[in-house]
């Protein structure tokens, strides 16, 4: 349950003009990003960017982090719920039909955070399965709704993902391939919580200014 019980009930009417609590920002408040949009509609909007600026595709793999608490305005942990969850849920699906990528959902630190994700994928990546099924509790609401909404539902222990979004502020970069490129969308808070992005590029061995041999003199450039 949300605190205050009526919180939930207002994120889901999109209702307008009252802070949660001292402190918190209102859900329907997008500090960029223009119009008000419904969490579905913001959180594709997240991806859409996220996946053009990254170049997700077939075999990509996106990494997602959700607090549903963060999204209806409370502190993470507090006041998880499904309702919320299906929402970015749903999102987040539209947009990986349309690019062809695969979304996989990590869970809190009270499953290690691990990852949600469908049995042929893990099998085709190679990774260790590990044994839980996530409820909002334990795992998280937004890992919850999305082994929920599979097939054939497992989770991961851990994966390297070629771009990540977290919603609330819940720390993915454990799951992210080297090197992540700090990616801001348009929209910043989707619902009342804070929305940070990465996409990742191989690392760059060399460069324009590196040198395979010993100069004869010194170049102008440092790097320290």
Same mark, same amino acid.
């Given at each position: 349950?949300?605190?205050?019980?009526?919180?939930?009930?207002?994120?889901?009417?999109?209702?307008?003009?009252?802070?949660?609590?001292? !402190?918190? /920002?209102? #859900?329907?408040?997008? %500090?960029?990003? *223009?119009?008000?949009? +419904?969490? @579905? $509609? &913001?959180t594709a909007a997240v991806t859409?960017?996220?996946?053009?600026?990254?170049?997700?595709?077939?075999?990509?793999?996106?990494?997602?982090?959700?607090?549903?608490?963060?999204?209806?305005?409370?502190?993470?942990?507090?006041?998880?719920?499904?309702?919320?969850?299906?929402?970015?849920?749903?999102?987040?699906?539209?947009?990986?039909?349309?690019?062809?990528?695969?979304?996989?959902?990590?869970?809190?630190?009270h499953l290690n955070r691990s990852?949600?994700?469908e049995r042929s994928l893990l099998?085709?990546? !190679?990774? /260790?399965? #590990?044994?839980?099924? %996530?409820?909002? *509790?334990?795992?998280? +609401?937004? @890992? $919850? &709704?999305?082994?929920?909404?599979?097939?054939?539902?497992?989770?991961?222990?851990?994966?390297?993902?070629?771009?990540?979004?977290?919603?609330?502020?819940?720390?993915?970069?454990?799951?992210?391939?080297?090197?992540?490129?700090?990616?801001?969308?348009?929209?910043?808070?989707?619902?009342?919580?804070?929305?940070?992005?990465?996409?990742?590029?191989?690392?760059?061995?060399?460069?324009?200014?590196?040198?395979?041999?010993?100069?004869?003199?010194?170049?102008?450039?440092?790097?320290?």
């Amino acid at each position: 349950m949300l605190e205050g019980g009526t919180k939930m009930d207002e994120v889901l009417r999109r209702d307008t003009g009252e802070d949660y609590a001292s !402190g918190t /920002r209102s #859900v329907n408040t997008q %500090p960029s990003g *223009g119009d008000e949009l +419904s969490l @579905a $509609a &913001a959180t594709a909007a997240v991806t859409r960017e996220l996946a053009e600026a990254g170049k997700l595709g077939p075999g990509k793999i996106l990494v997602v982090g959700a607090s549903t608490s963060e999204v209806a305005g409370v502190r993470i942990g507090t006041g998880g719920a499904l309702e919320v969850a299906e929402q970015l849920l749903q999102g987040i699906t539209q947009i990986a039909a349309e690019f062809g990528f695969h979304p996989v959902y990590q869970c809190c630190e009270h499953l290690n955070r691990s990852l949600v994700m469908e049995r042929s994928l893990l099998e085709s990546l !190679g990774l /260790r399965e #590990v044994s839980a099924v %996530p409820i909002p *509790g334990a795992g998280g +609401s937004m @890992a $919850a &709704a999305a082994y929920r909404s599979m097939a054939d539902p497992v989770l991961a222990e851990t994966i390297e993902a070629h771009a990540g979004i977290d919603i609330g502020e819940t720390l993915i970069g454990m799951h992210l391939r080297r090197v992540a490129v700090p990616f801001r969308p348009s929209l910043r808070y989707i619902g009342a919580a804070r929305v940070n992005a990465a996409w990742s590029r191989p690392p760059l061995v060399g460069g324009e200014r590196a040198v395979y041999r010993a100069p004869e003199t010194s170049g102008s450039a440092n790097c320290d």
